[in-house]
T-cell receptor, first 110, second 113 residues
Framework: QKEVEQNSGPLSVPEGAIASLNCTYS??????FFWYRQYSGKSPELIMF????GDKEDGRFTAQLNKASQYVSLLIRDSQPSDSATYLC??????????FGKGTRLHILP | DVKVTQSSRYLVKRTGEKVFLECVQD?????MFWYRQDPGLGLRLIYF???????EKGDIPEGYSVSREKKERFSLILESASTNQTSMYLC????????????FGPGTRLTVT
């Protein structure tokens, strides 16, 4: 089993709808989880992090974590064309390192 | 505002050349990382440094070495460049602890011919 798995997409979502991005991980000991956004030709930038089971909201973004199911997701409400990007799920490993999933390409349809 | 800079945005080298990629951060971060990013393979960790003169291998260290003589600077060295090292190279830095965000540089697109 791969350490961090994401559907590569592309995920196409109409403007104004909710985009749902999913990620599963294999290490039950992982405690910290991150979502990075990467625009084409640009570097990744952090948009959300979550440590506790449940939901964490920040503006239009909600991260959801279920450690029992080893599942983390990102919801984007009221999707905008500017949300079109690749979203990378990242999971803590030991010794200050994190491992990235391969990313999900999101395309918001105007 | 955190800034991570990389010495070149684009680089073209010949097979067998020694290549140096430089990364500098201005936020006094302890940790620095080198990744390569390839289509379909995602971001893969090459090397990691948690302190000056300290380094740790990542997932794909073969064919690479690193140097960290000063806290703000982390260099990636390709001892003898090969075509399969053609890639986007990204440097990142962070504070100590996995709770902390990694800040990425703009990347260096290296082409080895």
């Amino acid at each position: 089993q791969k350490e961090v798995e994401q559907n590569s997409g592309p995920l196409s979502v109409p403007e104004g709808a909710i985009a749902s991005l999913n990620c599963t991980y294999s290490d039950r000991g992982s405690q910290s989880f991150f979502w990075y956004r990467q625009y084409s030709g640009k570097s990744p930038e952090l948009i959300m992090f979550i440590y506790s089971n449940g939901d964490k909201e920040d503006g239009r973004f909600t991260a959801q974590l279920n450690k029992a199911s080893q599942y983390v997701s990102l919801l984007i409400r009221d999707s905008q064309p500017s949300d079109s990007a690749t979203y990378l799920c990242a999971v803590e490993r030991r010794n200050d390192k994190i491992i990235f999933g391969k990313g999900t390409r999101l395309h918001i349809l105007p | 505002d955190v800034k991570v800079t990389q010495s070149s945005r684009y680089l073209v080298k010949r097979t067998g050349e020694k290549v140096f990629l430089e990364c500098v951060q201005d936020m006094d971060h302890e940790n620095m990382f080198w990744y390569r990013q390839d289509p379909g393979l995602g971001l893969r960790l090459i090397y990691f440094s948690y302190d000056v003169k300290m380094k740790e291998k990542g997932d794909i260290p073969e064919g690479y070495s690193v140097s960290r003589e000063k806290k703000e600077r982390f260099s990636l060295i390709l001892e003898s460049a090969s075509t399969n090292q053609t890639s986007m190279y990204l440097c990142a830095s962070s504070l100590t602890g996995t709770d902390y965000e990694q800040y990425f540089g703009p990347g260096t697109r290296l082409t080895v011919t």
